[in-house]
């Protein structure tokens, strides 16, 4: 069974958001365009350039995932690991159904030697992912890195 929609706060938040004024200065498709553009940069390894205009893209749209995503793909492979957690926690906070958001905070956890935070961050999802089907990939991922961590911290007791 999923988890519910956000509520209270992160719901208050995200309509808050979603309301800004700036939202209004860019059409839908100019929005479009310029993620085109962006995603077509990383695809070239060009993330210092799609950065920034991911950077806009949250601006004018904060709650849209597939901004929030390139964003912190440009922030976890210009290593700047801290950022790309922040944008992934907040991703799984406006889809606390979607498991891969957490996943990959973890991950730059781990990037950043917090392996600790890294190995908590997974349990959950490993939990989650056993509770709610149809995340197989996932958990799979999840379980890999719940393994290497074991190992790890093993290897240094």
Known sequence: ???PAPSGHIADLI???EALPSRARLSDSNTELIYAFAYQLVTQGHFD???RYF???TLYRPTTVKFLAGAALCHK???RHQAAVNVYSFMASIEPQEPEHLLCA???LLLQGKAQQASETVALVVRFCQENPGHEQTALRAKAIAALLSAQV???A
Do not use: F, R
């Open 15 to 17: 309509t808050c958001l």
């Open 55 to 57: 950077s806009i893209l």
């Open 106 to 108: 973890a991950e730059c």
């Open 154 to 156: 093993s290897h240094v």
């Open 1 to 3: 069974m999923p988890y």
């Open 77 to 79: 492979m210009l290593k």
């Open 49 to 51: 350039k799609a950065d």
